[in-house]
């Protein structure tokens, strides 16, 4: 007898599970659109919008976009809503993004974002819109996103957060005189360029000086602690290491190797788990964040409107939250102690 009733167990068990998967596909368990962020318009007209999110994979700035993609996908699920993830390969240029907006196109996409490599990716936008495909940007501001037609271009102001890298070193090294190393994604990437020359015009009439205009790591956490480290040995006096793109924790743990997390500071960028720990175990001075989930999440909802509402928004560049992440405030802005998706605040 009490095997028959363990065994009814099992089974209201597994036909509840069953049920829950049923309403689940069907989108009853989809999120509440979050808080503070752009709100999905009514779908009246039961349009179905089918969006891709195109990215890349090489550090992990791109797991917060993910994020902010697929939590927009759950918001959007019972509304009429598809937005997917597409990782576009493994070089970040103007030709690898085309060939996968292309590639969008061809499959069937009404909405696609992407991360913009450059000003080539704009032919596409107005070529598109023009099609009646919603645009939509991410990661760097381009003027022609708005000029083309596209919906939505939301990225960091990055010569504005170069500049403000810049200030917030020169109050962290204090009055001592020295040479800080620049680690680039590439010399081609826009948003890295405007971060690096924004950081240079910063400097200037401080006792901060650049060793050198920069090297390449093209977003390598491994090459970024090569890099580091050859500042390091060849740099005597050095005090900083700035890097504006993927894997700045590589020169963190170059300096903590090395021993000398307190005579020379890492700057970097965006609010990655591993950046957190290097901050928190004081290898990393500090990082600078650019709403990595909001650019996967907003544009996501904002293309989301323009094509079932033919809604925009009022201005299409939209600077990014760009705060500067301390020991100091880190709890205040770690996204893992934060909300599902909250904007970044001080």
């Given at each position: ?18 049920l829950?998967?049923i ?53 959007l ?42 000003q ?25 996103v708005?000029d ?43 948003g ?143 996204p ?6 909250a904007?970044?605040?001080?």
């Amino acid at each position: 007898m009490q095997i028959f009733l363990n065994r009814r167990r099992v089974s209201a068990c597994g036909a509840l599970f069953a049920l829950v998967s049923i309403a689940a596909s069907s989108g009853a368990f989809a999120l509440e659109p979050l808080v503070d962020r752009p709100q999905p318009v009514a779908n009246d007209g039961h349009v179905k919008a089918k969006i891709a999110m195109i990215g890349f994979a090489n550090n992990p700035y791109w797991v917060s976009v993910q994020k902010g993609v697929e939590t927009a996908n759950q918001v959007l699920s019972s509304n009429g809503g598809e937005v997917k993830w597409i990782v576009a390969g493994a070089n970040i240029d103007v030709p690898t993004v085309d060939q996968a907006i292309r590639a969008a196109v061809t499959q069937g996409y009404n909405g696609i974002g992407f991360f913009i490599a450059g000003q080539g990716n704009c032919a596409l936008v107005k070529q598109l819109t023009e099609k009646k495909i919603a645009m939509g940007a991410y990661n760097t501001l381009f003027q022609c996103v708005a000029d083309d037609g596209g919906v939505i271009d939301y990225a960091q102001d990055q010569v504005t957060a170069g500049k403000n890298a810049a200030a917030e070193l020169i109050k962290a090294v204090g009055d001592k005189e020295g040479k800080v190393g620049i680690i680039v994604s590439q010399f081609t990437a826009p948003g890295s360029e405007q971060r690096r020359k924004g950081f240079i015009e910063g400097l200037k009439g401080s006792k901060i000086t650049p060793a050198g205009e920069g090297v390449e790591a093209k977003d390598s956490a491994g090459a970024t602690f090569n890099a580091a480290k050859d500042f390091i040995t060849s740099t005597p006096d050095l005090v900083a290491i700035y890097a504006t793109a993927g894997g700045p924790f590589g020169a963190a743990q170059a300096v903590k190797a090395a021993g000398k997390q307190d005579s020379i500071k890492v700057i970097g960028y965006d609010f990655t788990p591993e950046n957190i720990a290097a901050i928190r175990d004081g290898s990393m001075y500090g990082a600078t964040g650019q709403d990595e989930f909001g650019q996967g999440y907003n544009v996501s909802i904002d293309l989301f409107n323009a094509i079932v509402g033919g809604k925009k928004p009022e201005t299409v560049l939209q600077p990014a939250i760009s705060l500067f992440m301390t020991k100091a405030n880190v709890d205040k802005l770690d996204p893992a102690k934060l909300p599902l998706g909250a904007v970044p605040k001080l």
